[in-house]
């Protein structure tokens, strides 16, 4: 029998994440109407990569139910979209166009929206391991030899200034990728831990 309870939180689920992948469409398609540049170039930056990534995720949830068992899957999605949104946050508002529609969508809407549904939606039997927060630095870290490599090496820079050895220097972007790296694992063991604590409670 359905309980009211669950009625509810499958309300909610389906009501966060359906929001969420408007969001991210959203964005894009306001980005692609009203800059010059289009969408197409942003598509190198961390943030547009993680918020397509959780959009796509997002809507195999709705279509396919046992996607939400992919626990790993799901919190690299929330932190990957939660730092990015932190990041830019503290760092980059006044590098960018500042709190246009798009932004906000990308860099506040979403990442908070990600976390409410990390902390609020069930998880099921579907256990989040210890060891995860370090496999979900595997793709920051394949980004950031994407940045400082190829791209500075193809001589176009890295879409972030604490990543250009020509902004800030060598010896500076290596301190700046350990403190991201730390960085991410610290928020990711946070999610874990809220994760816990919240079957805990159920």
Same mark, same amino acid.
């Given at each position: ?15 966060? =994440?359906?929001?969420?992948v ?25 943030? %547009?990569?993680a ?7 997002y ?19 929330? *932190? ?10 503290? @760092?980059?508002?006044? =590098?960018s166009? +500042?709190?246009?529609?798009?932004n @906000? *969508? ?12 990390w ?18 630095l ?9 940045? *400082?490599?190829?791209l ?6 890295a879409? %972030? %200034? ?7 220097? +060598? ?10 790296? +730390?960085? @991410?694992?610290?928020? +990711? ?6 994760? =816990?604590?919240?079957?805990?409670n159920?």
């Amino acid at each position: 029998m359905t309980t009211p309870d669950r009625v509810s939180g499958g309300t909610l689920r389906i009501a966060l =994440r359906v929001t969420i992948v408007l969001a991210v469409l959203l964005a894009v398609v306001l980005v692609e109407l009203t800059s010059r540049s289009g969408v197409l170039w942003r598509l190198i930056t961390f943030t %547009y990569q993680a918020n397509l990534l959780a959009a796509a995720y997002y809507a195999w949830t709705l279509v396919s139910p046992g996607a939400d068992r992919r626990t790993g899957l799901r919190g690299a999605v929330v *932190l990957y979209v939660a730092v990015a949104g932190l990041v830019w946050n503290l @760092f980059l508002t006044g =590098r960018s166009m +500042g709190y246009t529609p798009a932004n @906000f *969508l990308l860099h506040v809407v979403v990442p908070v929206l990600a976390v409410i549904d990390w902390l609020a939606v069930g998880r099921g039997d579907a256990a989040v391991r210890w060891w995860q927060p370090i496999a979900w630095l595997a793709y920051p870290a394949a980004y950031g030899a994407l940045a *400082l490599i190829v791209l500075n090496g193809l001589g176009r820079r890295a879409p %972030y %200034y604490f990543l250009d050895p020509a902004s800030v220097g +060598g010896v500076t972007v290596l301190v700046n990728v350990a403190l991201m790296a +730390g960085g @991410f694992l610290v928020l +990711g063991y946070l999610l874990v831990a809220l994760a =816990r604590r919240g079957s805990a409670n159920t």
